[in-house]
């Protein structure tokens, strides 16, 4: 098979216009996720995006907190951007876990689920007689994950809460991050959040597989510090045997040498040539094939010495500066070493690339319009994932989930709708239900 032979194939295998055809993974897994802001949500949207049956919890009528966070308060009704991210394909219900019979509908919900997901302080749903230890004596096989920033025991545990922020300066990823001679820095996005969701996302199908083979359920314990001390590569091992701290060194990549983000005529660019092939191929193209053979650059044992390192870079630079973003792409393509332009959400958008891989993905949504979403990363052959509805408003599903799934009546569900056991975004004072809506493709109500 040729090179254009395979591409045409992998094309074909995973052509995004047949996604809706095929089967999902992880279709008859329910998961009920009583989760705020992101660690929590995000874990069980990645289930949803596989065909999990995902129903979201929330306290009526506002609901999680992140509805209302980043930017702007509310963009749409009981929705802002932030939200979007981590709630595809979800079931929307409002249940006062405050009160018995939601307490008690909750339970029964929870009967009925193969996982439950929550990321609140330790022990709250314990304490709420909700937790692990109560649920799994209605539910044996059930799979329980409890997320926060420093897991469920342990001394720096109790009575603490946890944000990002705080799992990166923890975890010591902040240390390392940065410029020299300048403050740690934190990652741009929640990167704690949702590499940890990542992660537990991965240690819920080890357990549902687990299951599978014994018919256990199980309590997993996810510690958002611990996560990303995980993903710190060669610091520790580097302090263990030299007694040293590894230290911030901003884009430079002190490892892979040559490797940073430089500066061109129109914007930025990253540069990494970290073999000799690769290095000679950037020297070429540079127009110094020369200093291939230079001693001090000849191998990547010489290029990582410091001072070997920063003329190197200085000379990058220089080139670098008087070309654009794409003559280095292309030139990287070339003479085979690696660069790609810093992009933004703008260039996102206007991608060929990424919208034929429904990396952006573009639906004409019932309720918000037209809508842009990123789209499952991990592409599928047989199972691919899948956005088949974005984030809802709180208790959206109400009628679905108790109707269909608990098997309430009519007055049973207004009974307890008036006494505010369970409730909705548009039951709030002078609220009307969006008019706009009418049920999009595998939205079921």
């Given amino acids: 098979m040729s090179e254009d032979q395979y591409f045409q194939w992998a094309a074909e295998t995973f052509d995004p216009t047949r996604i809706f055809e095929k089967p999902e993974a992880?279709?008859?897994?329910?998961?009920?996720?009583?989760?705020?802001?992101?660690?929590?949500?995000?874990?069980?949207?990645?289930?949803?995006?596989?065909?999990?049956?995902?129903?979201?919890?929330?306290?009526?009528?506002?609901?999680?907190?992140?509805?209302?966070?980043?930017?702007?308060?509310?963009?749409?009704?009981?929705?802002?951007?932030?939200?979007?991210?981590?709630?595809?394909?979800?079931?929307?219900?409002?249940?006062?876990?405050?009160?018995?019979?939601?307490?008690?509908?909750?339970?029964?919900?929870?009967?009925?689920?193969?996982?439950?997901?929550?990321?609140?302080?330790?022990?709250?749903m314990d304490r709420w007689g909700l937790g692990y230890r109560q649920l799994s004596r209605f539910n044996p096989g059930l799979i329980y994950l409890a997320a926060n920033g420093f897991g469920q025991w342990g001394p720096y545990t109790v009575g603490r809460a946890s944000y990002d922020l705080l799992a990166q300066a923890m975890s010591g990823l902040a240390a390392i991050t940065g410029f020299p001679d300048r403050p740690p820095m934190k990652s741009g996005t929640y990167i704690g959040d949702f590499f940890g969701s990542l992660l537990n996302a991965t240690s819920i199908l080890a357990a549902l597989h687990w299951r599978e083979r014994t018919g256990k359920g199980q309590f997993i314990e996810f510690a958002q510090s611990e996560g990303l001390i995980r993903m710190l590569d060669w610091t520790w091992i580097y302090q263990s045997l030299t007694g040293k701290e590894r230290q911030r060194?901003?884009?430079?990549?002190?490892?892979?040498?040559?490797?940073?983000?430089?500066?061109?005529?129109?914007?930025?660019?990253?540069?990494?040539?970290?073999?000799?092939?690769?290095?000679?191929?950037?020297?070429?193209?540079?127009?110094?094939?020369?200093?291939?053979?230079?001693?001090?650059?000849?191998?990547?044992?010489?290029?990582?010495?410091?001072?070997?390192?920063?003329?190197?870079?200085?000379?990058?630079?220089?080139?670098?500066?008087?070309?654009?973003?794409?003559?280095?792409?292309?030139?990287?393509?070339?003479?085979?070493?690696?660069?790609?332009?810093?992009l933004s959400a703008k260039d996102h958008v206007a991608s060929r690339h990424l919208r034929e891989r429904r990396a952006v993905w573009q639906?004409?949504?019932?309720?918000?319009?037209?809508?842009?979403?990123?789209?499952?990363?991990?592409?599928?052959?047989?199972?691919?994932?899948?956005?088949?509805?974005?984030?809802?408003?709180?208790?959206?599903?109400?009628?679905?989930?108790?109707?269909?799934?608990?098997?309430?009546?009519?007055g049973e569900m207004r009974d307890l709708q008036e006494r505010r056991v369970i409730g909705k975004w548009a039951d709030r004072p002078g609220a009307s239900p969006p008019s706009a809506w009418k049920p999009g493709e595998g939205e079921v109500l």
Avoid at 118 to 124: D, H, S
Avoid at 259 to 279: H, K, M, N, Y
Wanted: aromatic letters at 8%.
């Fill in 363 to 410: 639906d004409d949504d019932p309720l918000y319009g037209d809508l842009l979403q990123y789209g499952p990363a991990p592409k599928l052959s047989e199972t691919p994932g899948r956005i088949k509805w974005p984030a809802r408003p709180v208790g959206f599903h109400n009628r679905y989930v108790f109707r269909s799934l608990l098997g309430l009546s009519e």
């Fill in 26 to 124: 992880l279709q008859a897994i329910r998961v009920v996720e009583l989760g705020t802001l992101i660690l929590g949500p995000c874990t069980s949207d990645y289930l949803g995006e596989f065909g999990a049956e995902v129903i979201k919890v929330e306290l009526p009528p506002t609901g999680d907190t992140m509805r209302y966070v980043p930017p702007d308060g509310y963009y749409w009704e009981n929705l802002c951007l932030g939200f979007l991210a981590e709630n595809h394909n979800k079931y929307h219900v409002g249940i006062d876990l405050h009160q018995h019979e939601g307490k008690e509908l909750f339970r029964r919900l929870v009967q009925r689920a193969d996982v439950f997901v929550e990321n609140l302080r330790a022990g709250t």
């Fill in 249 to 342: 060194s901003g884009n430079r990549d002190v490892a892979l040498a040559v490797s940073d983000v430089l500066r061109c005529s129109d914007g930025f660019v990253a540069i990494s040539a970290p073999t000799d092939q690769e290095f000679k191929g950037l020297a070429t193209a540079m127009g110094r094939a020369e200093l291939a053979d230079d001693p001090r650059f000849q191998t990547l044992e010489a290029r990582q010495m410091e001072e070997s390192g920063t003329q190197l870079l200085g000379m990058l630079a220089d080139w670098a500066a008087s070309r654009s973003k794409d003559e280095i792409d292309e030139l990287g393509a070339q003479h085979g070493f690696a660069a790609a332009p810093v």
